[in-house]
């Protein structure tokens, strides 16, 4: 077996970017799909998804569960690249080459290397800086904050924080309205940032909910459900607050589960500890343990 300086160099030769700074999310879907055509299989002849997973640092329980994944390559991967502060393409190349699956590197190689350069392109479309144009109407800058995204923020002053954001889906908004009486209206005296009661409607709501987790929410509380499995925005919100905090090591998302669920616990969020609302030998400790956690700083 080669040594993990081989490993890079064999894994990530020929390529016009440095793919150990390149996180996994540049890897669009196709790539993840064919990964799992190679790797799901189970063969006596080659190292399947479990190598691939015991190689980025998963225990036995852990890849034992996602056994019951319809893909378990592309589950391994998600959460890899969730709880992993080195996750990137360059490493995924090497653990792919230290199983001896030289074969998906020169097969998927290209394919990778394709979604590498559009993933960087956008990087650098999205870096530059904004037109300057002359202000005509206020002697103030007109910068996001300052317009105003939530119901309190001060045009004059600075933004408006909040303890933590709320990640919900319609069907569960009863759920969330006895979270604000238990949270903000008690001894805790939280302050919840709830999208439908607290953001002004106008603006694109992904650069808003973006602006929201990363920069005035200093954590977000999930509630999971089988309708956020379905939402897509439910979906974003928590993968973008994953990508701010691999491996969960600042604490900053807490999931929460308020009723029973007939479809499986998201994966992405498997290696959590979650606040259950369903267990009634607990129940009486809930909103304790939720309240204590958001106000820890």
């Known amino acids: 077996m080669s040594s993990p300086g081989k490993l890079s160099t064999m894994a990530c030769v020929d390529s016009e970017f440095d793919l150990w700074t390149i996180p996994p999310v540049a890897l669009n879907m196709s790539v993840r799909k064919k990964l799992g055509l190679y790797l799901n299989p189970r063969t006596a002849v080659a190292a399947d998804w479990m190598a691939v997973a015991e190689a980025m640092g998963f225990n036995y329980l852990?890849?034992?569960?996602?056994?019951?994944?319809?893909?378990?390559?592309?589950?391994?991967?998600?959460?890899?690249?969730?709880?992993?502060?080195?996750?990137?393409?360059?490493?995924?190349?090497?653990?792919?080459?230290?199983?001896?699956?030289?074969?998906?590197?020169?097969?998927?190689r290209p394919l990778m290397d394709e979604d590498v350069r559009k993933y960087c392109e956008n990087q650098k479309r999205n870096?530059?800086?904004?037109?300057?144009?002359?202000?005509?109407?206020?002697?103030?800058?007109?910068?996001?904050?300052?317009?105003?995204?939530?119901?309190?923020?001060?045009?004059?002053?600075?933004?408006?924080?909040?303890?933590?954001?709320?990640?919900?889906?319609?069907?569960d908004f009863q759920f969330v309205r006895e979270m604000i009486r238990e949270l903000e209206q008690t001894e805790y005296k939280?302050?919840?940032?709830?999208?439908?009661?607290?953001?002004?409607?106008?603006?694109?709501?992904?650069?808003?909910?973006?602006?929201?987790?990363?920069?005035?929410?200093?954590?977000?509380?999930?509630?999971?459900?089988?309708?956020?499995?379905?939402?897509?925005?439910?979906?974003?919100?928590?993968?973008?607050?994953?990508?701010?905090?691999?491996?969960?090591?600042?604490?900053?998302?807490i999931p929460v589960i308020y009723k029973p669920m007939t479809k499986p616990f998201p994966s992405i969020l498997r290696f959590l500890t979650i606040c259950d609302y369903t267990r009634p030998c607990t129940q009486a400790w809930f909103w304790i343990r939720l309240g204590k956690a958001l106000s820890l700083p």
């Open 62 to 108: 852990e890849i034992k569960n996602y056994e019951a994944s319809k893909s378990p390559t592309e589950s391994v991967l998600e959460d890899w690249q969730a709880r992993s502060t080195d996750a990137t393409v360059g490493k995924l190349l090497s653990i792919l080459e230290e199983v001896e699956r030289r074969d998906i590197v020169e097969d998927l």
């Open 127 to 171: 870096a530059k800086p904004p037109l300057q144009v002359p202000e005509v109407d206020s002697c103030h800058p007109r910068t996001p904050e300052r317009i105003g995204l939530t119901l309190e923020d001060d045009p004059d002053g600075a933004p408006e924080l909040f303890d933590a954001f709320i990640c919900y889906c319609q069907e």
């Open 190 to 253: 939280l302050k919840l940032c709830v999208f439908d009661r607290d953001v002004l409607p106008g603006s694109c709501v992904w650069t808003i909910t973006s602006e929201l987790i990363e920069k005035r929410c200093k954590r977000m509380v999930v509630v999971i459900s089988d309708e956020y499995l379905d939402s897509d925005a439910c979906d974003f919100q928590t993968k973008f607050a994953l990508s701010l905090c691999p491996g969960a090591q600042s604490k900053r998302l």
